[in-house]
């Protein structure tokens, strides 16, 4: 019963997501809070990509990843350290995009743990400005 309900669901939550998506690029206001709550859903459909095999799925959401990056709210503070940790998001976000392109499970499975860690690290880089790699 409650799986007739997971496919109306998850269609809500990517017109959502995209909607955030195009008002976050079109709006220069858009809090980083915002920002964070479309990474998070694109980061989940990511997960239910690689776990279901669904490359499209996958390449999509890692590409809008990449977007998001690039973005002036995205940025949480200047310094070299926040440069680095956003750059190695984007690189995985990257990678997973070409893993699925190429249709590689093992590699996008990789991209997609590294891309978390990398998630991980930064979040933990800015409550506490501690060094990251202390994990």
């Given at each position: 019963m409650k799986t007739r309900y997971l496919a109306p669901a998850a269609?809500?939550?990517?017109?959502i997501g995209g909607t955030r998506l195009g008002k976050a690029q079109t709006e220069a206001k858009a809090t980083t809070k915002e920002i964070?709550?479309?990474?998070?859903?694109?980061?989940?459909?990511?997960?239910?990509?690689?776990?279901?095999?669904?490359?499209?799925?996958?390449a999509t959401n890692a590409d809008k990843l990449s977007q998001l990056t690039q973005l002036?709210?995205?940025?949480?503070?200047?310094?070299?350290e926040y440069e680095a940790l956003s750059a190695e998001f984007r690189k995985h976000a990257d990678e997973l995009g070409r893993a699925a392109k190429e249709?590689?499970?093992?590699?996008?499975?990789?991209a997609y743990v590294q891309l978390t860690l990398s998630c991980i690290n930064c979040h933990k880089y800015m409550r506490g400005g501690r060094k990251?790699?202390?994990l």
């Open positions: 269609a809500l939550l990517l017109a964070m709550k479309v990474k998070l859903e694109y980061a989940h459909y990511l997960l239910n990509g690689v776990t279901t095999e669904n490359f499209p799925l996958i002036s709210t995205w940025s949480g503070r200047r310094t070299p249709r590689n499970l093992d590699a996008a499975s990789l990251t790699g202390e």
